[in-house]
């Protein structure tokens, strides 16, 4: 058995960039996480307090994001990787977070990092 939190699309501003352009004011990033589970610590009741609460994933990407400037994607990847790895039962995560509006012509820029 496997057991994953995913969180998917979370949209947020941050202060993101080397250019003095992207240095002026916050731009628009997403971000998508996956956190495998101890398999073990399944909650074995319908208690909020025997899980890891996905207020808590969040909340820990959104305080990482507003906490400084950011230079490189991969420096806040990593950012949000160490604090979720940290996280009560967490086996391995999944980070990516992505620049929508970098270019005109692509999507996104993304960059991820994971342990799977």
């Given at each position: 058995m496997?057991?994953?939190?995913?969180?998917q699309g979370l949209e947020c501003q941050a202060s993101i960039g080397i250019y003095?352009?992207?240095r002026a004011a916050p731009q628009?990033?997403?971000i998508d996480a996956e956190l495998r589970l101890n398999a073990a610590s399944e909650p074995l009741d319908d208690h909020v307090e025997?899980?890891?609460n996905y207020d808590n994933i969040r909340q820990t990407i959104l305080t990482i994001v507003a906490a400084r400037h950011y230079d490189l994607q991969e420096t806040l990847a990593r950012a949000l990787f160490d604090a979720l790895s940290s996280l009560k039962d967490v086996q391995s995560v999944?980070?990516?977070t992505a620049k929508p509006d970098a270019y005109y012509d692509c999507e996104t820029i993304?960059?991820?990092?994971n342990n799977f």
């Open positions: 496997q057991r994953r939190f995913i969180l003095d352009a992207e628009r990033i997403k025997s899980t890891l999944c980070v990516r993304a960059y991820e990092l």
